[in-house]
């Protein structure tokens, strides 16, 4: 839709500075037919008021496209990440994205962001990278972290885990530079709710174990 929005603004905006060139050049004397091919600004020394007038108005109209042309390619970059991330079985967790929490334990702030990092204080515990083989969806990894000295690239397992709230719960570091994390989250309620239901049907606990 911005984009969309965007082609529309950029073709007034070209219309009106063929408008504003034609304008312009009368103002100044300039042939008026010539600016309305090609668009030519006036170049006195001393442009006539409506000409400088005229310019402001094209250089806010640019300002304002420049403006709209940034929010469109973000939004076209978070639309092709978004297409290459697996967001799990209906895009349950869909809701994680863009959303970070925190966690601040002994001297460390940990801040974990789903799809996207985990960090200690400024320390990069990695990027996210999937989830981890067979967890069903429970459990994210995050890789290529800082290097640890003397040690491997830092990294992070995160788990998903039923809750009413979007929250760190723990986080602790099992071996050297490889951290665990838990957080609680309404969007893995779904898979927990389904798995207890299979299992109480005596079925497996999910589609991924019957494989
Ligand atoms: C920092 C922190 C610790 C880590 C050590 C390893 O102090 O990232 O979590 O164990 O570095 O040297």
Known sequence: MRLARAADATDKAVELAKELAKE????????????EGAVSWPTEAEPAAASTAATAEVDEEIRSLEAD???ADTDKASAEKDSTTD?????????LKDKCVELKIAQYVYK?????????????????????????????EFTGGQQCWNGP??????????????????????????YAARMTTPAACDREAANKLRLELGEPASVKDEL
């Open 24 to 35: 312009s050049a009368e103002a100044v004397g300039g042939d008026a037919a010539a600016a």
């Open 69 to 71: 042309k940034r929010v």
């Open 87 to 95: 967001f799990g079985p209906d895009s349950a967790f869909y809701p």
């Open 112 to 140: 974990v962001c789903p799809f996207e990092n985990a960090r200690q204080d400024h320390t990069s515990l990695g990027l996210f990278s999937g989830w981890k083989d067979g967890s069903d969806y429970s459990i994210m």
């Open 153 to 178: 690239s830092r990294s992070l397992t995160l788990t998903l885990e039923c809750g009413s709230e979007d929250k760190l719960v723990h986080i602790d570091e099992p071996s050297k530079c490889a």
